[in-house]
């Protein structure tokens, strides 16, 4: 098989195949009449392969039943491609081969059977959450690793919402800054995010030099969703935000490794509850 022909999408073999069935070229075909047809935009290099197909299949009827196999394998492969590759999107403007991120995210939680890792930057609102704090409700529980940034500004933040204060003033700023951001997240965390269930394992780098900013759901070393959105509404609902969700245990599983190996070698702390 030439190296051009091997390029040739699904559309491209329907074209040449119709073509060659109703004898609108000839076996093999020319450049200058591949041209004719539109049938790919490198017509010289696809006759030269064409030509060297004709040589070990050399009807035209033989020549079409090849490349009808061509375009049912290149099909499956396609559709194979798209089964495991996902396109996912947030914002106003959505496109209809995409997921909407929020849908495909709410999905994965939905349908864990072990296991789910989450890593955000902004943890954003509970309802995210939910479903993951209805599925620890009752057993068999999920082992849910949650690796998050928690630092001093962002507890602070979330203090500002739970008091609807905001005291922007640099006075305000050095008192208003939490000493141990830890107590405070694992305080809010408990009352607003996971209320009254098996808590999880939450983990975060205390190193003011590292910022944990990866956004990553992966479901039971099966299936993981890498994104640009943060697990918040803005994210979700308002912000232009795009992401893959990739069904591939290899994938899974390396992308998971990545993070485990940063709590294993204590590069993440574990949030004592």
């Known amino acids: 098989m030439g190296p051009e022909l091997e390029k040739l999408g699904v559309p491209a073999l329907k074209r040449l195949v119709e073509a060659l069935e109703r004898r609108l070229l000839t076996w093999p075909p020319t450049a200058t009449a591949l041209r004719s047809k539109q049938i790919h935009e490198n017509s010289e290099a696809l006759a030269t392969d064409l030509k060297a197909l004709h040589a070990a299949f ?13 375009k049912t394998e290149r099909a499956r ?10 396109l996912v999107w947030s914002g106003p403007e959505g496109a209809s081969q995409s997921r909407d991120t929020a ?3 709410k999905e994965l939680f939905t349908t864990a059977k072990r296991k789910v890792l989450l890593s955000t930057f902004n943890l954003g609102t509970p309802d995210l959450l939910k479903p993951l704090v209805e599925r620890q409700k009752n057993p068999p529980h999920l082992d849910v690793r949650l690796f998050l940034c928690i630092n ?33 997240f694992r305080e809010r965390f408990k009352r ?31 299936v993981a969703y890498v994104g640009s959105a943060n697990l918040s509404k803005w994210a979700h609902t308002d912000n232009f935000e795009a992401g893959v969700i990739v069904r591939d245990p290899r994938f899974a599983k390396e992308l998971a490794q990545q993070f485990e ?13």
């Not at 001093?152 to 933040?157: A, S, V």
């Not at 500002?160 to 405070?184: C, F, I, L, N």
């Not at 190996?261 to 509850?273: D, E, I, P, S």
């Open 192 to 222: 607003k995010y996971w209320p009254d269930v098996l808590l999880p394992q939450v983990f975060y780098d205390t190193r003011k030099q590292f910022v944990l900013h990866a956004k990553c759901v992966i479901v039971d070393d099966e």
């Open 58 to 70: 050399s009807s035209i009827e033989e020549g079409v039943a090849v490349l009808k196999l061509l």
């Open 103 to 105: 849908v495909a995210v």
């Open 152 to 184: 001093k500004q962002l507890m602070r933040g979330w203090m500002e919402r739970d008091t609807m204060v905001q005291d922007t003033s640099e006075q305000g700023k050095k008192h208003r800054y939490p000493e141990d951001p830890e107590a405070v």
């Open 261 to 273: 190996q940063l709590a294993y070698k204590g590069k993440m702390r574990k949030v004592a509850w």
């Open 77 to 86: 492969c396609e559709e194979e491609q798209r089964r495991r590759l996902t």
